[in-house]
Nanobody, 123 residues
Framework: QVQLVESGGGSVQAGGSLRLSCVAS????????MGWFRQAPGKEREWVAR????????AYTDSVAGRFTISQDNAKNTVYLQMNSLVPDDTAMYYC????????????????WGQGTQVTVSS
């Protein structure tokens, strides 16, 4: 099964940018849809964005649309989340996930998860 490792989190001021990376290993990347999720302290995990191996089925949750961009480098088995115009409400642990099934947009019931990378946005 696939293993996922996230990186790229950190602390930034409001208005700043970060790029998260998720490296997939252990299985064929083209079998999986990839997604980004986040969980803030005291809140439920929230779907953020998703992409297919072919680069379609791209979608974003409303709160990040126009500010975040999901992309990938299939040769590197890596999915990215470019986050611009960050605001304090974006503060959360960000997780990469993979699934062979195309889940409903807001579903957090994906099969495989990374350990997460922390993003902190200060005002």
């Amino acid at each position: 099964q696939v293993q996922l490792v996230e990186s790229g989190g950190g602390s930034v001021q409001a208005g700043g940018s970060l790029r998260l990376s998720c490296v997939a290993s252990g299985d064929r990347r083209d079998r999986y849809y990839m997604g980004w999720f986040r969980q803030a302290p005291g809140k439920e995990r929230e779907w953020v964005a998703r992409i297919s191996y072919a680069g379609d089925f791209i979608a974003y949750t409303d709160s990040v649309a126009g500010r975040f961009t999901i992309s990938q480098d299939n040769a590197k088995n890596t999915v990215y989340l470019q986050m611009n115009s960050l605001v304090p409400d974006d503060t959360a642990m960000y997780y990469c996930a993979a699934d062979r099934i195309l889940r409903p947009l807001t579903s957090t019931g994906w099969a495989h998860w990374g350990q997460g990378t922390q993003v902190t946005v200060s005002s």
